[in-house]
């Protein structure tokens, strides 16, 4: 990451009363200690609790905190949708705003960028049910075999992207094929990728609403659409030089 370059973290928030302050807030301290330009783009998507007054009132505080409200739930794959198109600045920092991240990783992410423009994190341990490990595992491997994802925690919501790469990329997916969807066309732009672990902490307020039947046989239904849509992509040329470009520094 060039020096003076900025960071826009996405925090999707549905129904996370009891964990998005403290979550901008601890982001809020490592974002000063990186010195960078830099914002939060609060994404409620359609909460039922008191989400999105609060963060409103985030936003009321810290000029550098926007929010965006969805009126009605739309689903994570959204909501990472208007927060990627809602980012200014050069990178775009993923971050769930349930507490289950430490943003204090975020600086590691940000050293890796100085060889990758896609530093996607894996959960070694994860603070989830067994049955939620599973399928994470199973779900990592039919992508990397499907879609050429090749990573090993698709889903693992803590990632750092160059933002030139997510501005030129239609994003067609919901729900869970988003990150696979976005990772696959990555990869076939050329985006030079690094990998680091990150620690997965225990839910401490809120619910989790991936890993539910329902959900994984709505994403198992969406899997032949979404393999042939990143096979018809074609990226630009632009972006096989950008990588060929950053391989020789």
Same mark, same amino acid.
């Given at each position: 990451?060039?020096? +003076?370059?900025?960071?826009? $973290?996405? %925090? @999707? !928030? *549905?129904?996370?009363?009891?964990?998005? /302050?403290?979550? =901008?807030?601890?982001?809020?301290?490592?974002?000063?200690?990186?010195?960078?330009?830099?914002?939060?783009?609060?994404?409620?998507?359609?909460?039922?609790?008191?989400?999105?007054?609060?963060?409103?009132?985030?936003?009321?505080?810290?000029?550098?905190?926007?929010?965006?409200?969805?009126?009605?739930?739309?689903?994570?794959?959204?909501?990472?949708?208007?927060?990627?198109?809602?980012?200014?600045?050069?990178?775009?920092?993923?971050?769930?705003?349930? +507490?289950?991240?430490?943003? $204090?990783? %975020? @600086? !590691? *992410?940000?050293?890796?960028?100085?060889? /990758?423009?896609? =530093?996607?994190?894996?959960?070694?341990?994860?603070?989830?049910?067994?049955?939620?490990?599973?399928?994470?595992?199973?779900?990592?491997?039919?992508?990397?075999?499907?879609?050429?994802?090749?990573?090993?925690?698709?889903?693992?919501?803590?990632?750092?992207?160059?933002?030139?790469?997510?501005?030129?990329?239609?994003?067609?997916?919901?729900?869970?094929?988003?990150?696979?969807?976005?990772?696959?066309?990555?990869?076939?732009?050329?985006?030079?990728?690094?990998?680091?672990?990150?620690?997965? %902490? @225990?839910?401490?307020?809120?619910?989790?609403?991936?890993?539910?039947?329902?959900?994984?046989?709505?994403?198992?239904?969406?899997?032949?659409?979404?393999?042939?849509?990143?096979?018809?992509?074609?990226?630009?040329?632009?972006?096989?030089?950008?990588?060929?470009?950053?391989?020789?520094?």
């Amino acid at each position: 990451m060039r020096e +003076g370059e900025g960071i826009s $973290a996405i %925090l @999707p !928030a *549905f129904n996370e009363e009891g964990s998005l /302050a403290g979550t =901008v807030a601890a982001l809020r301290v490592v974002f000063k200690g990186l010195n960078r330009p830099h914002e939060i783009v609060i994404v409620d998507d359609g909460s039922r609790d008191g989400t999105g007054d609060l963060a409103d009132r985030l936003a009321r505080e810290d000029s550098a905190v926007r929010v965006i409200h969805h009126p009605r739930n739309l689903g994570d794959g959204a909501a990472l949708k208007s927060g990627f198109a809602a980012a200014r600045l050069d990178w775009v920092f993923l971050m769930d705003a349930d +507490g289950q991240f430490d943003p $204090a990783e %975020l @600086p !590691a *992410f940000v050293r890796a960028a100085d060889r /990758a423009d896609f =530093v996607v994190g894996y959960r070694p341990s994860r603070a989830d049910a067994v049955h939620r490990t599973l399928y994470a595992k199973m779900w990592a491997r039919m992508m990397s075999v499907l879609l050429g994802v090749g990573v090993r925690d698709v889903d693992c919501a803590f990632k750092l992207m160059r933002r030139s790469y997510l501005a030129r990329m239609p994003l067609e997916a919901g729900g869970a094929f988003l990150s696979a969807e976005m990772l696959a066309k990555a990869r076939r732009m050329g985006a030079p990728f690094a990998e680091l672990p990150v620690r997965h %902490l @225990p839910r401490l307020a809120g619910k989790s609403t991936g890993g539910t039947l329902r959900v994984l046989l709505r994403a198992f239904l969406e899997l032949g659409r979404l393999w042939l849509n990143v096979r018809r992509f074609k990226p630009g040329n632009e972006f096989a030089k950008t990588a060929k470009a950053r391989s020789r520094e």
